[in-house]
């Protein structure tokens, strides 16, 4: 079974505190990505990685950077966690051939900035 | 950009009976992905069901089947003998066509399924 596991399921962070939102999947998948879930607006796209070391923005990336040195291994980094990024965030992966090509998605870490 | 519409926030059903999930999309792409998730209370997202935009058939995974009108880009769930474990947020999403699949998901905001007992 294609595994995508998220460091944490519950976090809570401090105003200004620099947070790291870890990612491992185990199926040698070359895609990853980074999602943010708020009630009532779906998911949105924060940053996606086709390779080591490559990086996209995705629809939302203001405040957020992403780190990829490992295939297997994708971070969200915060570098001054607000309030306003209390959010569940949700971690995928998919191989990079063809667009039909199914996502899988970790369990997620519900993010708490006070 | 492309959107993904949702107009359901919330659904509600009686066992065994059938359901429609509506999602309507709007791209100016003509080659695309269409993907039904669900999301139960554990978070775990699960693929549902896919369809290929060229496909004129549509998709059907056991209970699950969609109705795909390409020209009206609406792409709507039908949920079969619901079951009380298809109580779920259900989330409608779009793939564009890029070769080699290097781009995210667009969601749709969600529709919350109620199964009735």
């Known amino acids: 079974d294609v595994k995508v596991t998220q460091s944490s399921r519950y976090l809570v962070k401090r105003t200004g505190e620099k947070v790291f939102l870890e990612c491992v999947q185990d199926?040698?998948?070359?895609?990853m990505f980074w999602y943010r879930q708020d009630p009532g607006l779906g998911l949105r796209l924060i940053y996606f990685s086709y390779d080591v070391k490559m990086k996209e923005k995705g629809d939302i990336p203001e405040g957020y950077s992403v780190s990829r040195e490992k295939k297997e291994r994708f971070s969200l980094i915060l570098e001054s966690a607000s309030t306003n990024q209390t959010s569940m965030y949700l971690c995928?992966?998919?191989?990079?051939?063809?667009?039909?090509?199914?996502?899988?998605f970790g369990q997620g870490t519900r993010l708490t900035v006070v | 950009a492309q959107t993904v519409t949702q107009s359901q926030p919330e659904m509600s059903v009686q066992e065994a009976e059938t359901v429609t999930l509506s999602c309507t999309y709007d791209t100016s792409e003509s080659d695309y992905y269409l993907f039904w998730y669900k999301q139960p209370p554990s978070r775990q997202m699960i693929l549902v069901i896919r369809q290929e935009a060229y496909k004129q058939q549509n998709a059907t995974e056991n209970r699950f089947s969609v109705n795909f009108q390409k020209a009206a880009k609406s792409f709507s769930l039908k949920i079969s003998d619901s079951q009380l474990g298809d109580a779920a947020m259900y989330f409608c999403a779009y793939r564009m066509y890029s070769g080699g699949g290097a781009d995210g998901l667009t969601f749709g905001k969600g529709t919350h399924l109620i199964i009735q007992p």
């Open positions: 995928a992966s998919s191989f990079l051939g063809g667009a039909l090509t199914e996502a899988f």
């Open positions: 199926m040698d998948h070359e895609n």
